[in-house]
């Protein structure tokens, strides 16, 4: 039986640093391996190099950036992009040979039979977000069956059925959290809406979210939720090790510490999180690991002139200062993975989620979760985490004084998260992928 061909966009995929939308799009690529389609990626490179000889164009494709932003010297050529963009745009196949040695690309590169590239292409979509509803052409020499944009984008594949990802409505539920083009984002997303062939989304929360905003009919709209799959040569790593690691690269006492991972931004609720972890008066420090984001510097203040006051105060057996606050920008998944593992609690009160994946990974690990009663997370969690109002200090602060005190509470949620975690499997994402999926494609099995 030939395979059913399906492409994703590589959208998120050519970001320098990993994002929660570039891990979906990565577990998708290989969810659609598994499950027997043909998986094709396009990208928006800004590759040059036009030449028959396949070694060259890849060389060239890997060479260049694979996105970068608009400068203020291309406004000129942009504004000839725009008088194209109703026509379309060509995508052109990029040779794969295995000549160029991608093991350092491995942690970014998804599963892919082959890759397609448009230059530049996601600045135009961009452009085109701008200047109109509509979405631009691509047209393929081999186009998919079905094309799964995983994000909004201002894209649809000739051809094709077209189904689009809708992680969530932040810019529109929240909209003083983010920097989006508010009216810009609504068009785009009014238009997908109506014009899709199915919406796809990760929570029943941004279901009803995008039924609410968009008045889509409920059966045009498919909830997958995600999954985390934690290779288990690092959820089974012996603890004394996990322990070794913690303290001797990080400084930091094993199950001594709360930790906090993701964007520190405003919706994730950063700076109410730090002034509860501080309030409460717990000894256990709090680790922050996350990139630095819009409106930093308020949060990032706040800390300074907390942590230099407190780390007088606050001495370790040695006699040295034990900072309160340790903030870390980025590590490796291995390394994250032992200092989830080594926390005592994993705080996440984030203010809206289209689905919360931290919370996920914390709970498949087996430790405690704090998060919030709010958007996607009370089905995420269910009674396997301690749930808060995200804008409630106080709860914040007595969760928080539970947590560092009761190890039968640290216990019984540690116990329940992996239990928890299980309906979210692997195996069951796969199992509403192929639901999803056969829809529109005939997959092997069927």
Do not use: C
């Not at 941004?206 to 409920?218: A, L, T």
């Not at 059966?219 to 799959?229: E, L, M, N, S």
């Not at 985490?385 to 947590?403: F, G, H, K, S």
Request: glycine share 6%; charged share 25%.
């Amino acid at each position: 039986m030939q395979k059913p061909r399906v492409y994703i966009d590589g959208y998120n995929l050519s970001l320098q640093q990993g994002t929660g939308v570039a891990t979906y799009a990565r577990n998708l690529s290989v969810a659609l391996r598994e499950l027997g389609a043909e998986v094709g990626v396009l990208y928006g490179g800004q590759s040059r190099t036009v030449s028959r000889n396949p070694l060259l164009r890849e060389v060239a494709f890997f060479d260049a950036p694979l996105e970068r932003r608009p400068r203020l010297k291309d406004i000129p050529r942009n504004i000839l992009r725009t008088l194209a963009l109703p026509f379309g745009e060509i995508a052109t196949r990029v040779p794969v040979t295995g000549s160029v040695i991608r093991e350092p690309l491995q942690n970014r590169l998804p599963h892919f039979d082959h890759i397609w590239n448009v230059k530049g292409l996601y600045d135009k979509q961009r452009l085109a977000t701008k200047i109109a509803a509509g979405r631009i052409p691509i047209h393929f020499l081999e186009p998919p069956e079905l094309m799964h944009w995983t994000f909004p984008l201002a894209l649809r594949a000739m051809g094709a059925k077209n189904i689009y990802t809708l992680h969530d409505l932040v810019p529109l539920r929240l909209p003083y959290a983010t920097l989006d083009n508010k009216r810009n984002y609504f068009r785009l997303l009014n238009h997908i809406a109506k014009h899709a062939d199915h919406l796809v989304t990760i929570s029943e929360s941004s279901k009803k979210d995008i039924m609410s905003f968009f008045g889509v009919p409920e059966d045009r709209i498919t909830v997958t939720y995600q999954a985390v799959d934690i290779p288990a040569a690092l959820r089974n790593k012996p603890l004394h090790e996990v322990k070794n690691e913690v303290e001797g690269n990080f400084g930091i006492p094993f199950k001594g510490y709360f930790l906090y991972f993701g964007a520190l931004e405003p919706r994730k609720n950063v700076t109410r999180m730090i002034e509860a972890h501080l309030a409460s008066g717990v000894a256990d420090p709090l680790v922050l690991v996350g990139k630095k984001v819009w409106r930093r510097k308020r949060d990032l203040r706040f800390l300074a002139q907390h942590d230099r006051l407190l780390s007088l105060l606050d001495k370790n057996v040695s006699g040295g200062p034990l900072a309160r606050i340790v903030q870390l920008e980025y590590l490796t998944f291995p390394a994250l993975v032992s200092l989830i593992r080594g926390a005592k609690a994993v705080l996440f009160p984030s203010l809206y989620e289209g689905f919360g994946l931290p919370a996920l990974e914390a709970m498949t690990l087996g430790t405690p979760v704090l998060t919030s009663n709010t958007s996607s997370m009370p089905e995420l969690v269910g009674d396997a985490a301690l749930q808060i109002d995200p804008y409630d200090t106080q709860a914040m602060v007595d969760a928080i004084r539970a947590l560092a005190s009761d190890e039968a509470l640290r216990g019984r949620l540690a116990e329940a998260g992996p239990a928890r975690a299980e309906m979210f499997s692997v195996d069951r994402y796969h199992a509403r992928l192929a639901a999803l999926y056969g829809r529109f494609v005939k997959l092997p099995g069927d």
